[in-house]
Nanobody
C-alpha cells in the first residue's frame, strides 16, 4: 500500500506562482511513475504532469507545458509541482497519484489540495 498526502496550494493571483508537495509513504519501491492530476468543477479529472521514479523523465499536458515543473526527491519520497504564470483556468483540486510498476493504472491517490487563481 502507498499513502499520498498533498500540501501547498491555496489562493493565488493570476500570473503568480505556488508550489505543491506530495509526501509519499508505504511501498514506494513498487511505484514506477508518480503524477499530478487536477479536476475543476464540472470537468473531468485530467493529467497535469508525470515523472518516472527511476530516470526522472517527465511529461506535461499541453495546457501547462512551459509554466509548470514537476520534480521529485526519491530519497525523501516527495513529489513537487512548481506552478508559475498561473491562469484562472488553472483553478482546480490538484491530486498526487502513483502508478505501480505492475499496472498501467494510477492506483494510489492523495486527498487533493485546492488551488484557486483569481484575476
Amino acid at each position: 500500500q502507498v499513502q499520498l498526502v498533498e500540501s501547498g496550494g491555496g489562493s493565488v493571483q493570476a500570473g503568480g506562482s505556488t508550489l505543491l508537495s506530495c509526501a509519499a509513504s508505504g511501498s514506494m519501491w513498487s511505484i514506477c511513475v508518480t503524477a499530478w492530476y487536477r479536476q475543476a468543477p464540472g470537468k473531468e479529472r485530467e493529467m497535469v504532469s508525470t515523472i518516472r521514479r527511476d530516470n526522472g523523465v517527465t511529461q506535461y499536458s499541453d495546457s501547462v507545458k512551459g509554466r509548470f515543473t514537476i520534480s521529485q526527491n526519491v530519497n525523501r519520497n516527495t513529489l513537487y509541482l512548481q506552478m508559475s504564470s498561473l491562469e484562472t483556468e488553472d483553478s482546480a483540486v490538484y491530486y498526487c497519484a502513483a502508478r505501480p510498476c505492475s499496472t498501467p493504472y494510477f492506483n494510489y491517490w492523495g486527498q487533493g489540495t485546492q488551488v484557486t487563481v483569481s484575476s
